[in-house]
């Protein structure tokens, strides 16, 4: 009986304590409709372990307006105690009071932040030195608030830029509209909010699980993931996000990954690829997850193959991204039939790589098609990874001509390179993964 006492004792100690930790993770909660903050709220502390300081700066205001920037943004911008209470978790539900954005397409919001034709960036320097086309993005105040991308991008930068190690989530909005049109208003503003946010890599909250699959973040305990096999690109090879990986989550790595790898083979004889980084498994490994991480250095699929998915998957034919990855989980599952395998999409961290600056969203698109058909689940780094920036050329180097490039090899506040994460940038892809591996499914 006295041991039955001491245990429960000690039980009740340990949550008392667990929600006074709860209860000191600050966060900031801003929202444009005060008909439902106070629910928000009252989940964030109650379900969460967040303790959410209601900035009521924006009732009623608007994301949006024809040219230039929004009073109601303006405001935002403008506040100054904004970084007094130092918040770990950033939550915006803007929007709510806008109308639809009438061209809210991928390519309509990638013409609103980027600048056509490209200019011209140096890669390396010295005899590696290489000049080729990027995608730059408008100067700031040519960035109008006309549709959804320009003003959350202009809010979420601005946050990122003075509370840098915030953890940001948009929240989905909502009214109480209760015509069928006015749904569907609620539904089509959503799915353009949800296209902004992964644009910028930022994960979009449409309900508690959303949220709740990352209290590990705030709540500081430690998953135990067991062991990890990991097949991928340079992102693996350099090992900035693994090595955040074992500092938040206990873990065993067997790390495969090779610098420039594909997902897919080539007709070529390329021979770097993550199918043939299954000539290197370790002989005796029994790995709890294996994570595919590829596709960065690809290109997309086009629509008539994509549509031939199925078939391709079921003949393994390995120059598309369905038949790669169908051969990959084929070989792994054989050989580790008990292991839990993931697709790993590519994020939007290497715009100033390239003039199609939103090719990550397209073959992530892709990947988790192919990953459906296959059935095996998704951890979306395009989606949730908090890397994408924007190269606008904040060093002020060269003009963007052949004669005068910008300089690419200058490090930002999340990679060392513009391409790859540096330890920052490695967080936030090692908290997205443990968020995913530990949701409930």
Same mark, same amino acid.
């Given at each position: ?19 006074i ?13 005060k008909?439902?903050?106070d629910?928000w ?7 969460m ?9 924006c ?14 943004v ?19 539900q ?14 309509e ?14 890669t ?21 608030? =006309? #549709? ?6 202009? *809010?979420? %930068? /601005? &946050? +990122?830029?003075? $509370? ?22 609620v539904?089509?503003r ?9 644009m ?7 309900? =508690? #699980? ?6 590990? *973040?705030? %709540? /500081? &305990? +430690?998953?135990? $993931?067991?062991?990890?096999l ?12 693994t ?60 629509d ?13 034919k ?31 961290l ?20 192919a ?20 190269f606008?050329n904040?060093k ?9 490039p910008?300089?690419?090899n ?32």
């Open positions: 009986m006295h041991k039955i006492l001491k245990y429960i004792t000690l039980s009740l100690t340990l949550f008392c304590l667990s929600m930790m709860r209860a000191q993770t600050p966060a900031l909660f801003i929202s444009d409709n008909y439902v903050a629910s709220r009252w989940m964030f502390s109650l379900e372990g967040l303790t959410p300081e209601n900035m009521n700066i009732f009623d205001c608007k994301l949006k307006v024809n040219h230039g920037v929004s009073d109601d303006a405001r935002i911008l403008a506040n100054n105690t904004l970084t007094d209470k130092n918040p770990r978790v950033i939550l915006l803007l929007g709510c009071n806008d109308s639809v954005d009438a061209m809210g397409s991928l390519q919001y990638e013409h609103s932040l980027f600048d056509y034709p490209f200019g011209k960036v140096c390396k320097t010295g005899t590696m030195a290489r000049t080729k086309n990027i995608a730059v993005t408008k100067d700031l105040t040519r960035i109008t608030n =006309a #549709n959804f991308a320009g003003s959350l991008y202009r *809010v979420v %930068n /601005h &946050f +990122r830029t003075i $509370l840098p190690d915030s953890r940001i989530f948009i929240l989905a909005t909502n009214n109480y509209g209760k015509t069928d049109k006015d749904i569907e208003m539904q089509q959503n799915e353009q909010i949800k296209l902004v946010a992964q910028l890599c930022v994960p979009f909250v449409s309900d =508690a #699980n959303d949220l709740l699959k990352y209290n590990f *973040v705030w %709540n /500081h &305990f +430690r998953p135990n $993931l067991g062991t990890m990991l097949i991928g690109d340079s992102y693996c090879f350099t090992r900035k996000w090595g955040e990986l074992e500092k938040i989550a206990y873990v065993n790595l067997i790390n495969l990954g090779k610098t420039s790898a594909t997902l897919k083979e080539r007709s070529n004889g390329h021979t770097n690829t993550l199918g043939n980084q299954l000539l290197r498994l370790p002989v005796s490994s029994e790995p709890d997850y294996i994570l595919i991480e590829g596709g960065i250095n690809d290109d997309p699929d086009i008539k193959v994509v549509e031939n998915y199925p078939e391709h998957i079921q003949n393994l390995r120059t598309n991204f369905g038949g790669a990855l169908a051969y990959l989980v084929k070989q792994l599952r054989n050989k580790y039939p008990k292991a839990k395998i993931y697709a790993v999409t590519p994020g939007g290497y715009y100033g790589h390239t003039n199609t600056p939103f090719d990550f969203i397209i073959k992530a698109n892709q990947i988790r098609t990953a459906s058909i296959i059935g095996i689940p998704t951890i979306d780094w395009d989606r949730e990874g908090r890397l994408s920036f924007v606008n904040s002020g180097t060269g003009n963007g001509s052949s004669a005068s910008f300089i690419y200058v490090p930002s506040l999340e990679t060392g390179d513009l391409l790859h994460p540096n330890e920052r940038g490695g967080r936030y892809l090692a908290e997205n993964v443990v968020a995913e591996l530990s949701k409930k499914r």
